[in-house]
């Protein structure tokens, strides 16, 4: 069931109002990948009423009032993707296209969609009932922040949308606890995963807004205490002042259990664009998640330029078998499909199945990661379960492809000594379209470890190993690495020294090369920012002239004399 976009779906559900009105900044597609979709069913499937406006008009009331106003509160989103991220290229052009807008023209989503949606909201409804924020955009702008597009400190998003509350995380369990708060008159500002603002000191306290504005080492202080306070076991409820008030942040909400995954996957999505909005078109995104199966979430990888293990957590939780399996046989009986899954992973391929069991009873550790700068022992990886999932879902009927699309960690690969070249073997034989991805982001070292990743040498352990399989397989498979120009720490010279390396021990001219994007809440946006390595406090080099960031790129991908 698709929520309802109209007063006409709304009454066809014999209600007579809703509880709940999400307004988002893409196309509504009712699937699994897309947040305010989970958030709707999950609501709905707890006996609340709700509707979804997409990508509303921001000139005229008409797609704003269109569900009248909710009972209990407005859901905001930015979508997917920050709305600066989508609308702006790493060099700040904006975008033309728009992968989550119907017809895939960049005309539908305004800058800052969050705040513009919640101004529009108050406009025309006046003293209305509490906007609530959530999504990535928020999550990741909820304390002061450096904006790369402004290019200044700007306050918690909570402050600059005007809103009442902010649901930071996934939020899966969080709205149904927020929801029932509101419904029974309760205050939601003690549950898990909530954001407010208070005339009170609450929780340790942060740099104030004002301090980070001012100091760049006070900002470091900053994000430091609030990335380390991210993990539902260890972390502690902060707060921050913002002038006269102070932004409260409560703990994290509890990550979803393997059963909880399973239900939210089991609540009936359409996989689809709502028919109200497919009238206009096409969305691009579509081709991606239609008939692809997530099967875990959070990331331990920790890269310093990537927010996921901010957003999602950093402890992986994945679904049972089961419930992938019957995911994969719903999708066998869609009928455009044509006997192809297109992914079988999360924001890493290669994460399910097993994570640290000391980090599941302590939480994440604070005096070291996962997989940098070397795979801690205590993770064990282990592929097998990954396997017989695979296997498994290649013998349903219908069923003539699994392909693996998502990125592989090959770090995992090379330290499963029981099952990685199994699981390696097997994907290159039969789960791969051609290419598989992975991403070093770069090779010289210590532009690497500003990143987060491992030393290059391992890249090549693993290139040698899938070559040998990919011959064996007897088919011509090769894999598309991804790699990253004008990081923090990376010079002219060092993009000089990745285009040899490429060029000699790839063989290759590459092709997916993106200049670093400053997205709120990453380290490597606060070395952008500061200029300094944040864990020595020593300067790092940093790229901000945009020729120059061009430059570096194109260093990397201009093609010279063919390999021989």
Same mark, same amino acid.
């Given at each position: 069931?698709?929520?309802?976009?109209?007063?006409k779906?709304?009454?066809?559900?014999?209600?007579?109002?809703?509880?709940?009105?999400?307004?988002?900044?893409?196309?509504?597609?009712?699937?699994?990948?897309?947040?305010?979709?989970?958030?709707?069913?999950?609501?709905?499937?707890? /006996?609340?009423?709700?509707?979804?406006i997409?990508?509303?008009?921001?000139?005229?009331?008409?797609?704003?009032?269109?569900?009248?106003?909710?009972?209990?509160?407005?859901?905001?989103?930015?979508?997917?993707v920050?709305?600066?991220?989508?609308?702006?290229?790493?060099?700040?052009?904006?975008?033309?296209?728009?992968?989550?807008?119907?017809?895939?023209?960049?005309?539908?989503r305004?800058?800052?969609?969050?705040?513009?949606?919640?101004?529009?909201?108050?406009?025309?409804?006046?003293?209305?009932?509490?906007?609530v924020? /959530?999504?990535?955009?928020?999550?990741?702008?909820?304390?002061?922040?450096?904006?790369?597009?402004?290019?200044?400190?700007?306050?918690?998003? @909570?402050?600059?949308?005007?809103?009442?509350?902010?649901?930071f995380?996934?939020?899966?369990?969080?709205?149904?606890?927020?929801?029932?708060?509101?419904?029974?008159?309760?205050?939601?500002?003690?549950?898990?995963?909530?954001?407010?603002?208070?005339?009170?000191?609450?929780?340790?306290?942060?740099?104030?807004?004002?301090?980070?504005?001012?100091?760049?080492?006070?900002?470091?202080?900053?994000?430091?205490?609030?990335?380390?306070?991210?993990?539902?076991?260890?972390?502690?409820?902060?707060?921050?002042r913002?002038?006269?008030?102070?932004?409260?942040?409560?703990?994290?909400?509890?990550?979803?259990?393997?059963?909880?995954?399973?239900?939210?996957?089991?609540?009936g999505?359409?996989?689809?664009?709502?028919?109200?909005?497919?009238?206009?078109?096409?969305?691009?995104? @579509?081709?991606?998640?239609?008939?692809?199966?997530?099967?875990?979430?959070?990331?331990?990888?920790?890269?310093?330029?990537?927010?996921?293990?901010?957003?999602?957590?950093?402890?992986?939780?994945?679904?049972?078998?089961?419930?992938?399996?019957?995911?994969? $046989?719903?999708?066998?009986?869609?009928?455009?499909?044509?006997?192809?899954?297109?992914?079988?992973?999360?924001?890493?391929?290669?994460?399910?199945?097993?994570?640290?069991?000391?980090?599941?009873?302590?939480?994440?550790c604070?005096?070291?990661?996962?997989?940098?700068?070397e795979?801690?022992?205590?993770?064990?990886?282990?592929?097998? $379960?990954?396997?017989?999932?695979?296997?498994?879902?290649?013998?349903?009927?219908?069923i003539?492809?699994?392909?693996?699309?998502?990125?592989?960690?090959?770090?995992?690969?090379?330290?499963?000594?029981?099952?990685g070249?199994?699981?390696?073997?097997?994907?290159?034989?039969?789960?791969?379209?051609?290419?598989?991805?992975?991403?070093?982001?770069?090779?010289?070292?210590?532009?690497?470890?500003?990143?987060?990743?491992?030393h290059? *040498?391992?890249? @090549?352990?693993?290139?040698?190993?899938?070559?040998?399989?990919?011959?064996?397989?007897?088919?011509?498979?090769?894999?598309?690495?991804? @790699?990253i120009?004008?990081?923090?720490?990376?010079?002219?010279?060092?993009m000089?020294?990745?285009?040899?390396?490429?060029?000699?021990?790839?063989?290759?001219?590459?092709?997916?090369?993106?200049?670093?994007?400053?997205s709120?809440?990453?380290?490597?946006?606060?070395?952008?920012?500061? /200029?300094? *390595?944040?864990?020595?406090?020593?300067?790092?080099?940093?790229?901000?002239?945009?020729?120059?960031?061009?430059?570096?790129?194109?260093?990397?991908?201009?093609?010279?004399?063919?390999?021989?």
């Open positions: 069931m698709f929520l309802p976009t109209t007063m779906e709304v009454k066809r559900l014999n209600w007579s109002r809703l509880d709940v009105i999400l307004v988002t900044g893409d196309a509504y597609i009712d699937s699994q990948f897309i947040g305010v979709a989970i958030i709707g069913k999950v609501l709905v499937n707890n /006996g609340f009423r709700v509707g979804i997409a990508q509303p008009d921001m000139d005229t009331k008409a797609d704003i009032s269109r569900l009248g106003e909710p009972a209990l509160f407005w859901g905001v989103t930015g979508g997917c920050d709305s600066m991220v989508a609308n702006y290229t790493a060099l700040k052009k904006r975008r033309k296209k728009d992968d989550y807008t119907p017809g895939g023209m960049n005309t539908r305004p800058d800052r969609a969050v705040i513009a949606y919640s101004n529009l909201i108050r406009k025309y409804f006046k003293k209305t009932k509490p906007i924020l /959530g999504g990535i955009e928020a999550s990741l702008r909820r304390i002061a922040h450096y904006d790369f597009w402004s290019n200044k400190i700007r306050r918690s998003l @909570l402050f600059d949308a005007k809103a009442n509350y902010l649901l995380g996934m939020a899966h369990n969080t709205i149904i606890k927020f929801a029932t708060a509101l419904m029974e008159n309760k205050n939601p500002d003690v549950l898990n995963g909530v954001a407010f603002i208070s005339k009170e000191k609450k929780g340790k306290e942060l740099p104030s807004f004002e301090a980070v504005q001012k100091s760049k080492d006070r900002y470091i202080e900053s994000f430091r205490i609030f990335y380390e306070n991210n993990d539902p076991i260890t972390a502690q409820r902060l707060c921050q913002h002038n006269d008030r102070y932004l409260v942040l409560n703990k994290p909400s509890p990550y979803s259990t393997t059963e909880e995954l399973d239900h939210i996957h089991s609540l999505f359409e996989r689809d664009l709502h028919p109200f909005y497919k009238k206009s078109g096409t969305v691009r995104a @579509l081709d991606t998640i239609r008939f692809s199966i997530p099967i875990h979430y959070g990331c331990y990888g920790e890269c310093n330029f990537c927010a996921i293990s901010v957003h999602q957590g950093q402890t992986v939780r994945y679904r049972s078998e089961d419930s992938i399996v019957s995911e994969a $046989k719903t999708i066998s009986h869609l009928e455009d499909f044509k006997g192809y899954i297109t992914d079988l992973g999360g924001p890493t391929a290669n994460m399910y199945g097993f994570e640290c069991k000391k980090k599941l009873k302590k939480g994440a604070l005096d070291k990661r996962c997989l940098f700068p795979p801690c022992k205590s993770l064990a990886p282990d592929h097998s $379960k990954q396997i017989k999932l695979i296997q498994k879902i290649e013998r349903l009927p219908g003539k492809k699994v392909f693996i699309s998502s990125g592989i960690r090959y770090d995992l690969v090379l330290n499963d000594k029981k099952n070249t199994a699981y390696l073997e097997k994907i290159v034989r039969d789960n791969v379209s051609g290419q598989m991805k992975v991403a070093p982001e770069h090779a010289i070292p210590h532009v690497l470890r500003l990143m987060g990743k491992q290059i *040498d391992l890249l @090549l352990k693993f290139k040698n190993k899938f070559d040998t399989l990919s011959k064996k397989s007897g088919k011509k498979e090769v894999l598309t690495y991804y @790699l120009a004008a990081h923090p720490g990376c010079s002219m010279k060092d000089d020294a990745l285009k040899k390396f490429t060029t000699q021990k790839l063989k290759i001219t590459p092709e997916q090369v993106q200049i670093f994007t400053p709120p809440s990453t380290y490597s946006t606060l070395m952008y920012y500061t /200029g300094l *390595d944040p864990f020595s406090m020593t300067p790092v080099f940093v790229e901000k002239n945009p020729k120059n960031k061009e430059k570096q790129k194109t260093i990397v991908t201009k093609k010279r004399t063919p390999f021989k």
